[in-house]
């Protein structure tokens, strides 16, 4: 139980064009869902929180504009990097909570996905 | 905001010993402290979690133990095993009212020599 899966795996991509992340929660549904950035060696840093319904809370120093958040489903949540750069390239991952557990605050992560801007 | 701090940044330990990480916090309102194993090109998985009503929990090789008072909990694993060899991340989440966020330690990268 508790399956999260991304799309795609890995991606390529030419500088300023846009890439859509998919996030699935595959065997419970996800009220909040949450994105993050990872450089090698590193942490994950918190981009946004994403709830079902509403719009996405993003952290300090993340530009929503540039990193266009959709939770449209209690199951699917996208990120889409838009106008791409080199310096977008990184490892994005997602992970879900359960519905029914923001109190607790349980988190499931996705495999990632890692995209490369040349 | 909370603050996590993870030691070491690097474990090496011979197969069949016991490896110990330590993270401390900052924000006492904090009541879930997950743990995460983070293979390489992948995404971290859960492996163990404590919530602030408990001071110690244990799953097979793998236990946890909180220390409220001192903001600190560690990881112990036992009879290590090649297959543990990965990088592994504490996190705290701060009161629930902050929407479920966890805020991550820096990981530490776990050697498991044969």
């Known amino acids: 139980g508790a399956v999260v899966s991304q799309h795609p795996s890995w991606v390529i991509c030419k500088s300023g064009t846009s890439v859509k992340i998919e996030c699935r929660s595959l065997d419970f549904q996800a009220t909040t869902m949450f994105w993050y950035r990872q450089f090698p060696k590193q942490s994950l840093m918190l981009m946004a929180t994403s709830n079902e319904g509403s719009k996405a809370t993003y952290e300090q120093g993340v530009e929503k504009d540039k990193f266009l958040i959709n939770h449209a489903s209690l199951t699917l949540s996208t990120l889409t990097v838009t106008s791409a750069h080199p310096e977008d390239s990184s490892f994005y991952i997602c992970s879900a909570s359960p519905t029914g557990t923001t109190s607790t605050n349980e988190q499931f992560f996705g495999p990632g996905t890692r995209l490369t801007v040349l | 905001g909370e603050n996590v701090e993870q030691h070491p940044s690097t474990l090496s330990v011979q197969e069949g010993d016991s490896a110990v990480i330590k993270c401390t916090y900052s924000?006492?309102?904090?009541?879930?402290f997950p743990w995460y194993k983070q293979e390489l090109g992948k995404g971290p998985q859960l492996i163990i979690d404590i919530r602030s009503n408990v001071g110690e929990k244990k799953d097979q090789r793998i236990a946890v133990t909180l220390n409220k008072t001192a903001k600190h909990f560690s990881l112990h694993i036992t009879e290590t095993q090649p297959e543990d060899s990965a990088v592994y991340f504490c996190?705290?989440?701060?009161?629930?009212?902050?929407?479920?966020?966890?805020?991550f330690g820096q990981g530490t990268e776990l050697s498991v020599k044969p």
């Open positions: 996190a705290a989440s701060p009161a629930y009212n902050q929407g479920g966020k966890l805020i």
């Open positions: 924000d006492s309102a904090s009541n879930y």
